[in-house]
């Protein structure tokens, strides 16, 4: 396997491999002697370091006997109720090529090796050690765009959202098959969105002009006046008075009014990819590609909070692996959103909906929910141009401190006018323990304390041809 292999592909190639592994000796499991060196390293290696390692996400890192003893009891308890690895699709529901759940052997074999006093057993049985690059999930990047300078957050006041400007100097288009995000300092960021900005027409005989952030702040400045959002310090919160539709089906525009993303749209500024909690690399199928223009700038959007309360610093990245197969096909993404929901206080199951009908002959390739603190449940239909339907994605237990990108194992075609339901549900009531307050009429907005109803997607365009018509970049001239 050599580390070209997108993540999610490695991870069933191994799971894949378990399977076999672990069905030979399945019946066997409770009899046998089960040791860590033999038995449970392999799978935490291959299912659970992707977050249990120095440097990640998760508290400890699971890579050797030393690290992982002492949360032997955990360990069972997490893996047998089935919140590690953590995964929240109902698998009734197509499959996904990251799918993280473990087997039933091998939760078997971990809960044997707790039971029988979690042994070490010959450190050589031990497999090899995943290799990782340092800091990065998608492998050593080809090219790494940092933060112009260091940003200082003050040690107290609201969550603040920041824009950072990141200059390419790419003389060349550039197609990108991975991308990631990286917070520089942990403790502060809470999420990164990275969009890529062309470089825009300057309206005076189409002569190309960068777009500054003092452009910016003037396009959100008049936007704010004929916006449905207003600024609330850093963050932007829906204005008083604004109409409620639940239903964002029944709208012309499907609920969406108008999402910070699709003024991004309007503006020609494309999603590229993004970094929270749980949420996995922008990963690209090979032959399908995120393409930066020549001369663009990639803009961060920093959702920084202040749980650490002291002056903190930071400097985040993005990290990109250039196609190495000529690219046939842009990635495009969407947010399904409604904007003009509004959850009641204490409502227990508030059911809003947002829709989209596709224009042309596309394939989908990812689903993420996207929801905040009230956030219950997500389902996303198709709804076909014949009259059938199936479920893309459910999640039947949304959880907000994991945004979970959903790749499909097989792109679904949907063919032009078929038209995509989200619908989500919101626990407003005091059940909801991650709920800050109950007695709050919730509407969209930034802040965590308000919330959010989006079903992200990324698909292809059927009749897009990027081979036929575009000169190839390899990557072979950016030092490959
Ligand atoms: C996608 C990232 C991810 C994967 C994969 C993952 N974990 Fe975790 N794990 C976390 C994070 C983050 C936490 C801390 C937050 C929480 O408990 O929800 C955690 C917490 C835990 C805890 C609780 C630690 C405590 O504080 O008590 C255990 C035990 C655990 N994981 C075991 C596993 C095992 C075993 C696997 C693999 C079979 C696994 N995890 C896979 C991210 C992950």
Redesign the pocket.
């Known amino acids: 396997m050599t580390k070209k292999l997108p993540l999610p592909l490695l991870v069933v190639v191994c799971l894949v491999s378990l399977i076999f592994i672990n069905s030979s000796s399945a019946n066997s499991v409770s009899s046998k002697a089960v040791t860590f060196s033999r038995d449970v390293a392999p799978?935490?290696f291959k299912?659970?370091a992707?977050?249990?390692r120095p440097g990640?996400?998760?508290?400890?890192s699971?890579l050797s006997y030393k690290d992982a003893r002492p949360?032997a009891r955990?360990?069972k308890?997490?893996?047998v109720t089935k919140?590690?690895?953590?995964w929240h699709a109902d698998p009734h529901y197509q499959e996904f090529a990251n799918d993280?759940r473990?087997t039933q052997p091998?939760i078997d074999t971990?809960t044997a090796w707790v039971d029988q006093g979690a042994k070490e057993g010959d450190p050589k049985d031990l497999p090899p050690a995943p290799k990782f690059v340092e800091g990065w999930a998608i492998g050593k990047p080809d090219i790494v765009l940092q933060m112009p300078e260091e940003f200082t957050l003050e040690a107290s006041g609201p969550d603040e959202y920041q824009y950072f400007e990141i200059p390419t100097n790419f003389k060349e288009d550039v197609y990108v098959q991975m991308a990631e995000a990286r917070p520089g300092n942990r403790k502060i960021v809470h999420h990164i969105i990275a969009f890529v900005q062309p470089p825009v027409k300057d309206g005076k005989g189409g002569k190309y002009a960068n777009v500054t952030k003092a452009d910016i702040e003037k396009f959100r400045e008049e936007q704010e006046k004929k916006s449905i959002f207003r600024r609330d310090g850093f963050l932007m919160r829906m204005k008083p008075g604004m109409p409620v539709y639940d239903d964002g089906c029944a709208l012309p525009n499907g609920g969406n009014g108008e999402t910070l993303d699709v003024k991004a749209e309007q503006r020609n500024v494309d999603f590229l990819t993004g970094f929270a909690?749980?949420m996995n690399a922008g990963i690209m199928e090979p032959g399908t590609v995120k393409r930066i223009p020549a001369g663009s700038k990639i803009l961060l959007q920093l959702h920084y909070s202040k749980a650490s309360g002291k002056v903190e610093k930071d400097r985040s990245m993005i990290g990109l692996v250039v196609a190495k197969t000529p690219p046939d096909k842009n990635l495009y993404t969407r947010p399904i959103a409604n904007t003009y929901f509004q959850i009641p206080p204490g409502a227990e199951n508030h059911k809003v909906t947002s829709c989209w009908t596709t224009k042309e002959d596309i394939h989908l390739e990812t689903l993420m929910p996207h929801m905040h603190l009230r956030g219950k449940a997500m389902r996303i239909e198709a709804f076909y141009p014949d009259a059938h339907s199936e479920v893309l994605l459910d999640v039947p237990n949304y959880s907000f401190?994991?945004q979970t990108v959903y790749y499909l194992k097989k792109p679904i075609a949907l063919p032009k006018g078929t038209r995509i339901v989200v619908t989500g549900y919101f626990d407003n009531s005091a059940k909801n323990k991650y709920n800050p307050d109950p007695s709050q009429a919730v509407r969209f907005g930034e802040p965590t304390y308000d919330d959010m109803m989006i079903g992200w997607i990324n698909y292809t365009v059927d009749k897009e041809h990027l081979r036929n018509e575009t000169a190839v970049n390899s990557g072979r001239s950016l030092g490959q």
């Not at 990640?56 to 400890?60: D, G, I, S, T």
């Open positions: 799978i935490f299912n659970c992707e977050c249990h990640e996400a998760a508290p400890m699971l949360w955990s360990i308890e997490k893996v919140q590690m690895p953590p993280r473990l091998q971990i909690p749980g401190s994991w």
